[in-house]
């Protein structure tokens, strides 16, 4: 049975950022790492999230053994209530990523899975695979790579990963674990563009104290609800200093409470306060800890830049940290955040100006230890948009991986490899799945498209009363529109509007037959004409005939 | 008359990143220095363009003397259409800047302009300004900023600048022509959170150089349609390597012809080739510069990049160059362009990973200089989201400008200076309006908070047939969707949504008097209810009654 071949088919993550799920495939076994949701891009007009499409496990629901899980953050774990609906397969799980897991599953009302928690180094059988978990530094603890053991050779799939050796919660990546004799290396492209090392979370911490050292008046930090690491950073630093530290905003003080009881956050001095205990607080006896710090309009943090926080408002000799990078597409709000605090009057401290936030992926040198240390014979780039793929590929090619082994996969193509040889051979269905409320939705959905018309445009309804059993339209049409032209002032437009669509119907005479489609193209053009001659805007157009 | 105050209002471009446009007001005498537009941003839903809201302009039509131009870039000119549509006043302009300017006039079919090309160092008198022209650097050629003579002293306004003591047209920042005794300065705050100088436009011209150098087949070349400087760097290394370079996209074509008419773009050796000669060169022969570097959907690049330009395709061999950075908020777009570009086949080079483009703007050691050649008495930071004012701010401070002598001005700020002191006085209107296609729209349109809606959650209209003698609803309600649910799969919920609307109005019975807003809300209201049990989605819902 040596010489089956090994298919890795990534389902989410290659070729886009988010929504990450690679399935591997050997004979009659298939696993599955991650299953990660992607926050919707800003052309996908009221989309909540988006999740990979798992047609092809779910026509192979009787192969696949497992799920197993890298870490905690959404990218990776946001799926697994919609994948679980649909499959009842067993989770392994680092154990902060399975308390994080369980939370949600419990909010989705899914009861029946079987998630389990896992340590480094303890191997888990699924069918031909033995999979081993190894420490990664993330920008979340209890981040690990996998290291897959299959009747072919040793799969390293790094997960997220940087090379971090003063992590925030000690536990540096286990480079020691890791070694020759690599037959596949997955490894995190992120990026893959960025030259040099990412910084340790050390240059954070050191940055964040000597803030809350000088700062005249209150401190606020926001960051990720899920960067434990950097509360940790705060806590320890407030302590240092003589300042409490108050939580503001629901899924941090959730996150806090969880890592707290779960040890993964230590507060020994005991500087955690309620908000309540603000009002006997001098302002520099307090840190404030936040989330908004990619400007989410309902956040904490974009409430105070605003002035409508109801308890918080900025005060004279306040200083503010946005302890992130904005994640691409989040630049616009975040600067506008950052803008508003100044107006209130705060000092603020962001990445552009301060080093007061690090991010989670290594950059090239640290890509390069990565391939050095295990020298693959198969190489493919994961997590990150096609650029980012190719230029990991390329980093790879110059540490001596040969060209042909190297494959810059994107979401839906089967790779198959034996010890000699690998190649594309075909495609499964891969691609968005829209979730909007209870309603799913693929990638051939009209409403999206509707909607980017509705969103430039607007929409005329032209509402057509016609006799049943003559054909003939019997009033002067009723238009409505929204998102179109101002209501005020323009009564008169909608009124030549009805005439043009009356006109567009009116000349075929009662003695013709009702024919809906015919009337319907005939109101749409001649009123489509009317109004850009009017306006130059062209709204999308819906004629509704009424039958009387 | 000598102790009347100046005072300063900043139409446009103070607090925000384009649409440039400040007052100057002493006695009678009303100047205006650049009337730009602002290209739309993400939320600013369908809307072509926003330009300055001239109010105060209008309301004092009898004291605006002059409008003056610093160059020919859109946020400095592109509003000019509608002032002069509402404004009888002459605008002084650069050369370049003229020519530009009146083919946009003649676009808009405005004909009455009064459009005067000036030369730096000559000085134009406006009531009691007298204005002078001195060279800057900037992305396009001719940029100038201007030295304005009061009775109160001398003003210094920057322009757009960056300080390249190599330009690639040779004219860089006239610094000699600035000195001592200056009352105030007003400085471009783009590029004032960025530490050192901005790198020449030399260092471009040698990247670009040497990627035409080795190119194994043809380069191509994108960049904004108005950086002539780089189109020279580009003809120039196509010189030096016997390549032919052909112009694609309407806007650069133009462009071009114009720069080539009006010298401001040299091609001595006659590399510029028309696009039908492609056929007949060898791809190591070709150079083909186009526009699309912000990944404008309509763009000769994007096409190329999705595989539907009708005339050109990527062939193994070529390589492609993003020769501008992103426009925030253009990030994602530009990422797509380039993914796909690699998809195609073509090597792609971008500011990411090649020093391929330098922008136009001073950093913060150049912003320095220009503070301590002019060492003015009052600062006005111009040019910049807030806190890139607030940085400019304080680094003007810092250089030893009295905190209490600098305003950080947001657009409709009233300064008043004397010789002896600065205080923000009052407000004069000011705010975006928005053009779409031939509406214009202000900051409290309802059309834009619609669109908002309809893009996120679609719309659902109700169409009720009403006895208008009784006030009986006749039959089932219509119900028209869009942008909410799938049309198919979903005419059941659209059957039980139009029940729910009917139970709403029927209880109520025949003998009940016609109530229209009744009616409308108790619909709105149930309808509302319903779809959120059924898809947890809020759509806009629209009642229409039709009375028969």
Aim: hydrophobic share 40%; proline share 6%.
């Amino acid at each position: 049975m040596q010489n089956q071949p090994l298919r890795v088919i990534p389902l989410g993550g290659l070729g886009e950022i988010g929504k990450n799920m690679m399935a591997l495939e050997y004979g009659q076994d298939i696993i599955v790492i991650d299953a990660g949701v992607m926050f919707p891009e800003e052309d996908m007009l009221g989309v909540d999230l988006v999740i990979p499409d798992i047609t092809y496990l779910r026509e192979n629901r009787e192969r696949v053994r497992a799920i197993f899980i890298t870490h905690g953050h959404e990218d990776h774990t946001g799926a697994l209530p919609y994948v679980l609906s649909a499959l009842d397969v067993p989770v392994y799980a680092p154990r902060l990523a399975a308390g994080l897991i369980n939370v949600k599953l419990k909010e989705h009302r899914i009861r029946k899975a079987r998630v389990h928690e896992v340590e480094p180094g303890k191997p888990v059988i699924a069918g031909d695979f033995s999979v081993e978990f190894f420490r990664v530094c993330h920008s979340i603890p209890d981040a690990m790579g996998l290291a897959i053991r299959t009747p072919l050779g040793l799969i390293i799939h790094t997960g997220d990963f940087k090379i971090d050796h003063t992590p925030a919660d000690g536990q540096p990546t286990d480079l020691g674990h890791l070694g020759r004799g690599v037959l596949l290396l997955m490894s995190d492209s992120t990026y893959a563009e960025v030259e040099g090392y990412t910084p340790s979370e050390q240059v954070v911490g050191e940055a964040l104290e000597q803030v809350i050292a000088v700062a005249p008046g209150r401190v606020m930090v926001a960051t990720f609800a899920s960067l434990i690491a950097r509360i940790q950073q705060v806590i320890d630093a407030a302590a240092l200093h003589g300042r409490k530290v108050c939580v503001v905003g629901r899924s941090m003080v959730d996150n806090v409470k969880m890592a707290l009881d779960t040890g993964y956050l230590q507060d020994p001095n005991k500087v955690l306060a309620p908000t309540r205990a603000l009002g006997n607080l001098k302002p520099h006896q307090v840190v404030i800890m936040t989330t908004g710090s990619q400007g989410e309009p309902t956040s904490a943090l974009v409430r105070i830049a605003n002035g409508d926080h109801k308890e918080i408002s900025i005060i004279p000799g306040d200083t503010v940290v946005i302890s992130a990078s904005p994640i691409p597409g989040n630049e616009t709000v975040v600067s506008r955040t950052i803008d508003n605090l100044y107006r209130q009057g705060a000092e603020v401290l962001y990445d552009k100006i301060a080093t007061v936030h690090v991010h989670g992926h290594a950059s090239r040198e640290e890509l390069k230890i990565m391939l050095n240390i295990t020298r693959p014979t198969f190489f493919v780039p994961v997590h990150g948009e096609y650029r980012h793929l190719i230029a990991h590929s390329r980093l790879a090619l110059e540490l001596g991986v040969p060209e042909e082994n190297t494959f810059a996969l994107e979401d839906g193509d089967v790779l198959e490899i034996t010890k000699e040889e690998g190649r594309i051979v075909g495609r499964v269905p891969a691609g968005h799945i829209y979730v909007d409320g209870l309603q799913l939705w693929g990638m051939e959905s009209v409403v999206l498209r509707d909607r980017r018309t509705l969103s430039r445009d607007g929409i005329v309804v032209v509402i057509l009363t016609v006799d049943k059993t003559t054909g003939q339209v019997l009033k002067l049409p009723e238009v409505v529109s929204s998102g179109f032209v101002e209501p005020e002032g323009h009564t008169d437009l909608m009124e030549r509007a009805a005439q043009a669509a009356l006109k567009a119907v009116d000349h075929k005479g009662p003695s013709h037959p009702l024919d809906w489609s015919y009337l319907t193209v005939a109101v749409k053009e001649s009123l489509s004409a009317f109004l850009y001659e009017e306006t130059h805007q062209r709204p999308l157009i819906i004629p509704v005939p009424v039958e009387i």
